[in-house]
């Protein structure tokens, strides 16, 4: 069974910045759009951005373009998330998800679009 294993979380001044990692255990997954999904406390988890295996298109909310950026490097079955200008509303865990199926808009940021979850790692920004 393919697994995803993020890492890279931490707690951060507000305006800092982090990367975050999300790696594959199986190569395969290098064929798999990949996405990155947020929950806060007491919130419903919601996708940030995503890559698409084939074309490397990607993905942003609107909450986070401009400050979030997605790259992966299939050599290592890794997905990075660089998160800058920190802000307390990025609060959460961050979960990186694979999809077997095509992405794109709208149901880039649906969690029904993927089939492959990792544990999430804790991002914490203090004011």
């Known amino acids: 069974q393919s697994q995803l294993v993020e890492s890279g979380g931490g707690l951060v001044q507000s305006g800092g910045s982090l990367r975050l990692s999300c790696v594959a255990s199986?190569?395969?997954?290098?064929?798999?759009?990949i996405g990155w999904f947020r929950q806060a406390p007491g919130k419903e988890r919601e996708g940030v951005s995503a890559?698409?295996?084939?074309?490397?298109?990607?993905y942003y909310a609107d909450s986070v373009k401009g400050r979030f950026t997605i790259s992966r490097d299939n050599a290592k079955n890794t997905v990075y998330l660089q998160i800058n200008n920190l802000k307390p509303e990025d609060t959460g865990v961050y979960y990186c998800?694979?999809?077997?199926?095509?992405?794109?808009?709208?149901?880039?940021?649906?969690?029904?679009?993927?089939?492959?979850w990792g544990q999430g790692t804790q991002v914490t920004v203090s004011s």
């Open positions: 998800a694979a999809s077997s199926g095509p992405l794109r808009r709208p149901w880039w940021n649906s969690r029904s679009s993927y089939n492959y």
């Open positions: 199986s190569s395969t997954l290098n064929r798999y759009g």
């Open positions: 890559i698409r295996s084939s074309d490397g298109t990607t």
